[in-house]
């Protein structure tokens, strides 16, 4: 049963329904797929072995359809799509979309899949597969689908001695011991879930880089997953280590504006591309947590950013660099560090950098207002990191199913060109069609057999590559999605679990960080409570810099009156967080520091309703377990185990953090628990 997991969301079991799974063997009867490159051949193969293992079946490959066919290709090698009828569709979908549709030929029916690259053929054949395996009707199909985003990719934050920062699956699945000879099975499997889902690059190795990984010994490693991944279109990048002139280079300083340093990148960039043609630039974090940089020579982030732009421009390589910056220069609010830097850069980088910008200002809490350098830089790139490993999350214990936190950032209106100038706007170049486009997220995978630690955070890689996509897309549909080729397309498993983790990313802000809380997990670690923690180095490090509760009240004042941090978001955002009639619930101790008998919009006193999340938050928890445990009929034993022990944990850290939380912040309200309310577990 151990590939139960492994297998992810691409498990092509037997279709249990025995007629549907017959009519889509008539309907695919027979198969027209010229495949001559290693793209179209992974395609071709992906799609025998899916049909296969769903079907039972293997349609005869035929040159000419004269029966019921599912015909693939592109316009250069298959006259069928090169065809008039489908030149304007194709027309409309890049280089990495697809259509499909249901077209009937002299007395036949045919399902055809065409692209203009090997590419879109590739993401044609995972849809196709996706649509049999979620049990979807195929004989009226008229589809068309490209990326609303160029740059698709994953950040690993996997350090070459195979530890990961923020990781909970195990050990890096990049085995460089090993690299480049030893090609673990798993690199392809990796790039098949990849693909199936759009992402089209993937950052080796840590944002905290370490120069050794850009010496010609780990390059030629570098080199040999590329050749890996290659076939299913994704692309290798990697961390760049600002200070690697000096460290590997053997140079005296790392300054951007030194000619020395420029060409020793170039040179650098040239090295890599005669090893990697296809690589696709370098990451990079500058000037953050005690990371070399630009500013360590009087230059700023563009300086930094354009240099290293400049020696991979040769070879269409791209720059993304990243706006996570703080320290202890803005000692009074590190929310607003990012903006301060960015902002008066705008319009002064290369066309191939991309500047990420994480989804909010602090640090991937479990919920944050977005990141206000959205639609404040409309002559600059901008990409959207979002962190896919659950550090603020309860790591690979909880079940939180993240796409309503990225849905929330997506949809969020940054009115910096009226209304309606959404983050989504932002990032897929509606606001600005000049620029490049990009998301990332920090991939949750490691060595553990099921890839991510839990069955569970398996739906968040899944959700990040279906939203980066298509963002559009709603949390529901990709929920349904992975659960039926996840687990099961009964109608009962479906409807119910679905229903639960829609819900599980409220549950864990309740019993974490209710009402607009942030930051307060323990100060090492991130894991469990530490809202009293107070004793690391730097004040912005410490919980109680971010939840300020004093006998007065709790929450970090960052109105025009406190921080005034809201002033970096254009007006009509900044009114409705600056004042408490506006300012939503979900947000009020982000922005606001109230009184403890502060009268909310339910009429309660904000300690009463504090409490209230907490225990709302723990019962939430309690109800997604009996609905767990009546769901053993449709899920293997095994992962029904380990889901059923996994949410034991959660519901003891959930009861632990709410009790923690309750009790320390008692010492301050000096109001009583309401006699409603069960007596906190952990005295
Ligand atoms: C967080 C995280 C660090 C990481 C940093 C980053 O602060 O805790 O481990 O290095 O983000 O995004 O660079």
Same mark, same amino acid.
């Given at each position: 049963?151990?590939?139960?997991g492994?297998?992810l969301w691409?498990?092509?079991?037997?279709?249990?329904?025995?007629?549907?799974?017959?009519?889509?063997?008539?309907?695919?009867?027979?198969?027209?797929?010229?495949?001559?490159?290693?793209?179209?051949?992974?395609?071709?193969?992906?799609?025998?072995?899916?049909?296969?293992?769903?079907?039972?079946?293997?349609?005869?490959?035929?040159?000419?359809?004269?029966?019921?066919?599912?015909?693939?290709?592109?316009?250069?090698?298959?006259?069928?799509?090169?065809?008039?009828?489908?030149?304007?569709?194709?027309?409309?979908?890049?280089? !990495?979309?697809?259509?499909?549709?249901?077209?009937?030929?002299?007395?036949?029916?045919?399902?055809?899949?065409?692209?203009?690259?090997?590419?879109?053929?590739?993401?044609?054949?995972?849809?196709?597969?996706?649509?049999?395996?979620?049990?979807?009707?195929?004989?009226?199909?008229?589809?068309?689908?490209?990326?609303?985003?160029?740059?698709?990719?994953l950040d690993?934050w996997?350090?070459?001695?195979?530890?990961v920062e923020r990781g909970y699956a195990g050990?890096?699945?990049?085995?460089?011991?090993?690299?480049?000879?030893?090609? !673990?099975?798993?690199?392809?499997?990796?790039?098949?879930a990849?693909?199936?889902i759009?992402?089209?690059?993937?950052?080796?190795?840590?944002?905290?880089?370490?120069?050794?990984?850009?010496?010609?010994?780990?390059?030629?490693?570098?080199?040999?997953?590329?050749?890996?991944?290659?076939?299913? @279109?994704?692309?290798?990048?990697?961390?760049?280590?600002?200070?690697?002139?000096?460290?590997?280079?053997?140079?005296?300083?790392?300054?951007?504006?030194?000619?020395?340093?420029?060409?020793?990148?170039?040179?650098?960039?040239?090295?890599?591309?005669?090893?990697?043609?296809?690589?696709? @630039?370098?990451?990079?974090?500058?000037?953050?947590?005690?990371?070399?940089?630009?500013?360590?020579?009087?230059?700023? &982030?563009?300086?930094?950013?354009?240099?290293?732009?400049?020696?991979?421009?040769?070879?269409?390589?791209?720059?993304?660099?990243?706006?996570?910056?703080?320290?202890?220069?803005?000692?009074? !609010?590190?929310?607003?560090?990012?903006?301060?830097?960015?902002?008066?850069?705008?319009?002064?980088?290369?066309?191939?950098?991309?500047?990420?910008?994480k989804n909010g200002?602090i640090d991937f809490q479990p919920r944050e207002p977005f990141?206000?350098?959205?639609?404040?830089?409309?002559?600059?790139?901008?990409?959207l990191e979002l962190q896919i490993t659950q550090e603020y999350l309860g790591f690979s214990t909880h079940l939180v199913y993240e796409a309503p936190l990225v849905k929330e950032c997506l949809d969020a209106?940054?009115?910096?060109?009226?209304?309606?100038?959404?983050?989504?706007?932002?990032?897929?170049?509606?606001?600005?069609?000049?620029?490049?486009?990009?998301i990332a997220g920090v991939a949750n995978i490691g060595?553990d057999?099921n890839w991510c630690g839990h069955p569970f955070a398996q739906a968040n890689w899944y959700a990040f590559g279906r939203l980066a996509?298509?963002p559009?897309q709603t949390s529901t549909a990709i929920a349904d999605d992975w659960l039926?080729m996840t687990f099961?397309?009964?109608?009962?498993f479906v409807a119910d679990v679905k229903k639960f983790m829609l819900q599980s990313r409220e549950n864990t802000v309740n019993y974490m960080t209710p009402l607009g809380l942030h930051h307060i997990m323990a100060?090492?670690g991130h894991y469990g409570p530490g809202p009293?923690?107070?004793?690391?180095?730097?004040?912005?490090?410490?919980p109680?810099?971010?939840?300020?509760?004093?006998?007065?009240?709790?929450?970090?004042?960052?109105?025009?009156?406190?921080?005034?941090?809201?002033?970096?978001?254009?007006?009509?955002?900044?009114?409705?967080?600056?004042?408490?009639?506006?300012?939503?619930?979900i947000y009020?101790?982000w922005?606001?520091?109230?009184?403890?008998?502060?009268?909310?919009?339910?009429?309660?006193?904000?300690?009463?309703?504090?409490?209230?999340h907490y225990y709302r938050g723990v019962d939430s928890v309690r109800a997604m377990q009996q609905i767990w445990n009546?769901m053993?009929?449709?899920v293997?034993?095994?992962r029904f185990?380990e889901v059923q022990q996994l949410m034991n944990i959660q519901l003891n850290e959930a009861t632990r953090w709410r009790d923690a939380c309750?009790?320390?912040?008692?010492?301050?309200?000096?109001?009583?628990?309401?006699?409603?309310?069960?007596?906190?577990? &952990?005295?």
């Amino acid at each position: 049963h151990a590939e139960d997991g492994y297998r992810l969301w691409l498990r092509y079991d037997a279709i249990s329904n025995k007629s549907l799974a017959q009519s889509y063997r008539s309907a695919i009867s027979q198969l027209v797929f010229p495949a001559r490159n290693p793209v179209l051949d992974a395609a071709k193969k992906e799609l025998r072995s899916g049909l296969k293992g769903l079907l039972q079946h293997q349609p005869a490959e035929v040159k000419t359809a004269t029966g019921n066919a599912l015909v693939i290709g592109m316009p250069q090698n298959n006259s069928l799509v090169a065809g008039a009828q489908f030149k304007t569709v194709l027309n409309g979908l890049g280089t !990495d979309g697809y259509f499909i549709r249901s077209v009937a030929t002299g007395g036949k029916n045919c399902l055809v899949i065409g692209a203009n690259t090997d590419k879109g053929v590739l993401y044609g054949v995972f849809n196709l597969l996706r649509l049999l395996q979620t049990n979807k009707p195929i004989d009226h199909l008229n589809t068309a689908d490209q990326p609303s985003v160029t740059y698709r990719i994953l950040d690993h934050w996997d350090n070459l001695n195979r530890t990961v920062e923020r990781g909970y699956a195990g050990f890096s699945i990049w085995n460089w011991h090993k690299l480049p000879e030893f090609i !673990d099975p798993r690199y392809l499997d990796y790039a098949r879930a990849n693909a199936s889902i759009g992402i089209n690059g993937t950052v080796l190795n840590n944002v905290n880089a370490n120069a050794l990984s850009l010496t010609n010994q780990y390059l030629v490693k570098a080199a040999a997953i590329a050749n890996a991944l290659r076939p299913y @279109g994704i692309r290798v990048y990697l961390s760049a280590r600002f200070s690697a002139p000096i460290e590997i280079g053997g140079l005296k300083t790392a300054d951007p504006l030194d000619p020395t340093v420029k060409k020793w990148w170039a040179d650098k960039a040239d090295e890599i591309y005669r090893l990697i043609p296809d690589f696709g @630039g370098f990451l990079v974090k500058a000037n953050s947590e005690g990371q070399p940089g630009p500013q360590s020579y009087g230059r700023n &982030h563009a300086d930094g950013a354009n240099m290293l732009a400049d020696a991979v421009a040769p070879h269409h390589g791209i720059v993304m660099w990243r706006a996570f910056v703080y320290d202890n220069n803005v000692p009074d !609010d590190r929310a607003k560090q990012a903006y301060n830097e960015f902002k008066p850069l705008d319009g002064q980088f290369r066309s191939n950098v991309i500047i990420q910008v994480k989804n909010g200002a602090i640090d991937f809490q479990p919920r944050e207002p977005f990141h206000p350098l959205f639609g404040a830089m409309p002559k600059t790139a901008l990409m959207l990191e979002l962190q896919i490993t659950q550090e603020y999350l309860g790591f690979s214990t909880h079940l939180v199913y993240e796409a309503p936190l990225v849905k929330e950032c997506l949809d969020a209106d940054t009115y910096s060109a009226g209304k309606g100038s959404t983050v989504v706007k932002v990032l897929t170049g509606k606001m600005n069609p000049d620029l490049i486009t990009g998301i990332a997220g920090v991939a949750n995978i490691g060595t553990d057999m099921n890839w991510c630690g839990h069955p569970f955070a398996q739906a968040n890689w899944y959700a990040f590559g279906r939203l980066a996509w298509n963002p559009a897309q709603t949390s529901t549909a990709i929920a349904d999605d992975w659960l039926r080729m996840t687990f099961s397309n009964s109608q009962t498993f479906v409807a119910d679990v679905k229903k639960f983790m829609l819900q599980s990313r409220e549950n864990t802000v309740n019993y974490m960080t209710p009402l607009g809380l942030h930051h307060i997990m323990a100060a090492t670690g991130h894991y469990g409570p530490g809202p009293w923690d107070n004793n690391l180095s730097r004040a912005d490090w410490n919980p109680i810099y971010y939840h300020k509760a004093d006998a007065n009240g709790i929450g970090f004042d960052r109105t025009t009156q406190g921080s005034n941090a809201v002033g970096q978001y254009a007006p009509q955002v900044r009114d409705a967080f600056n004042n408490l009639a506006a300012c939503p619930d979900i947000y009020l101790l982000w922005f606001h520091h109230l009184p403890w008998n502060y009268k909310m919009r339910s009429g309660e006193t904000l300690w009463n309703e504090l409490v209230d999340h907490y225990y709302r938050g723990v019962d939430s928890v309690r109800a997604m377990q009996q609905i767990w445990n009546r769901m053993g009929t449709y899920v293997d034993s095994e992962r029904f185990t380990e889901v059923q022990q996994l949410m034991n944990i959660q519901l003891n850290e959930a009861t632990r953090w709410r009790d923690a939380c309750v009790q320390y912040f008692q010492t301050f309200s000096n109001m009583p628990i309401p006699a409603k309310y069960p007596r906190p577990l &952990h005295p």
